[in-house]
T-cell receptor, first 111, second 110 residues
Framework: ETGVTQSPTHLIKTRGQQVTLRCSSQ?????VSWYQQALGQGPQFIFQ???????GRGNFPPRFSGLQFPNYSSELNVNALELDDSALYLC??????????FGPGTRLTVT | GEDVEQSLFLSVREGDSSVINCTYT??????LYWYKQEPGAGLQLLTY?????DMKQDQRLTVLLNKKDKHLSLRIADTQTGDSAIYFC??????????FGAGTTVTVRA
């Protein structure tokens, strides 16, 4: 039990729409990372937030954006959804030894 | 960035030891991790090792790190049916992101 929660658990959207995914934890963690896991693959790093600022970004287009709030909860926003955006989206909180603890994920299906 | 490679499948008999192998390319990796993912679930952190260590043991899990060959392995002793899952190794470089392999699907047979 990591104490990391994500919502919603499942989501179905249509191509071209926008989506917001959420991540929170019971205890405050000042660093949150988001990953995309396509079916049959390992997670791919999207970006990381530290104290409400983006701290690093992977090879994802600008239509993937994020926010981190003062209570350290976080959002991932994806605009202009494409079919290839269908995946499991995972957020991860960083522990004191830089280990990352993942939430259960949000399964996004784009039709 | 980090490239991480793993064999895709491993089948093991219940009670035997499982050994999952991983190679990575980035010699500046400071931490290396093993995660477990069960169907429909997120990733569970199993164990991790600092790059200045050769071995770490945690109950049934043993991690071996060969920095010269950039090779990491996870040994699971007395493998049980509940160990059936996908196992990912991941490396963390100084930029804090994790780079994952494609995962090894472990199937435990009776």
């Amino acid at each position: 039990e990591t104490g990391v929660t994500q919502s919603p658990t499942h989501l179905i959207k249509t191509r071209g729409q926008q989506v917001t995914l959420r991540c929170s934890s019971q205890s405050g963690h000042n660093t949150v990372s988001w990953y995309q896991q396509a079916l049959g693959q390992g997670p791919q790093f999207i970006f990381q937030y530290y104290r409400e600022e983006e701290n690093g970004r992977g090879n994802f287009p600008p239509r993937f954006s994020g926010l981190q709030f003062p209570n350290y909860s976080s959002e991932l926003n994806v605009n202009a959804l494409e079919l290839d955006d269908s995946a499991l989206y995972l957020c991860a909180l960083t522990g004191v030894r830089s280990e990352q603890y993942f939430g259960p994920g949000t399964r996004l299906t784009v039709t | 960035g980090e490239d991480v490679e793993q064999s895709l499948f491993l089948s093991v008999r219940e009670g035997d030891s499982s050994v999952i192998n991983c190679t990575y390319t980035d010699s500046s990796s400071t931490y290396l991790y093993w995660y477990k993912q069960e169907p429909g679930a997120g990733l569970q952190l199993l164990t991790y090792i600092f790059s200045n260590m050769d071995m770490k043991q945690d109950q049934r899990l043993t991690v071996l790190l060969n920095k010269k060959d950039k090779h990491l392995s996870l040994r699971i002793a007395d493998t049980q049916t509940g160990d059936s899952a996908i196992y990912f190794c991941a490396g963390r470089s100084n930029d804090y992101k994790l780079s994952f392999g494609a995962g090894t699907t472990v199937t435990v047979r009776a």
